[in-house]
């Protein structure tokens, strides 16, 4: 394997082992053997992050906002921080509730709170309390739904509520209690 042949597997699994090992297991195996410094994969993730946000500023297509993100959040920075509130623009609305979860989830975060994953605790730690801020403003229009009558898409619409209710408290965002009077995780 070349250098270039390793770069366009990288690229073309979205810098992800998990993608090329799942969907190009013959390619992984040489990539893993080929084993590329670690600075040359972080400049290919450079790469790719400036083409998806090229083709995420074409199309506004929401999923390549989790593209993006699951190669920013390997950073971490300040940097790709602002290359995510850019993605966060440039998304077509509107979104129907499924796609909204999907968005809220990665702001906020899938795991447990204590994993500090998701948009609003990533801007919180560099720094950027503003960016949360607005970051949670987003995902309170995003949270405003309505009757949902799929039980599954309710349920994460409600965690997502509840997980706003203790993002503010914790990092002290400051959106009031009226502001989120009804997020509240319902009794199911």
């Known amino acids: 394997m070349t250098t270039d042949d390793a770069r366009?597997?990288?690229l073309k699994s979205d810098c992800s082992y998990f993608i090329m090992c799942t969907y190009y297991y013959s390619g992984y195996m040489q990539y893993r053997q080929f084993d590329p410094p670690k600075t040359l994969e972080s400049l290919w993730k450079n790469e790719k992050l400036r083409m998806l946000q090229k083709e995420m500023q074409k199309t506004g297509d929401y999923r390549l906002f989790a593209r993006l993100y699951d190669i920013a959040v390997t950073f971490r920075d300040y940097s790709k921080l602002l290359i995510m509130m850019d993605a966060l623009k440039q998304m077509k609305e509107p979104l129907a509730i499924p796609q909204r979860m999907d968005?809220?989830?990665?702001i906020v975060g899938k795991k447990n709170l204590k994993a500090r994953g998701g948009l609003i605790y990533w801007a919180y730690?560099?720094?950027?309390k503003s960016f949360a801020i607005i970051l949670m403003d987003q995902v309170l229009k995003y949270l405003e739904v309505g009757t949902i009558t799929d039980m599954d898409l309710d349920k994460r619409v409600q965690k997502g509520k509840w997980i706003c209710k203790?993002?503010?408290?914790?990092l002290k965002l400051n959106f009031s209690e009226r502001e989120l009077a009804d997020y509240t995780l319902r009794k199911t």
């Open 166 to 170: 203790k993002l503010n408290k914790e």
């Open 125 to 128: 730690d560099v720094g950027q």
């Open 103 to 106: 968005i809220v989830e990665l």
């Open 8 to 10: 366009e597997l990288y």
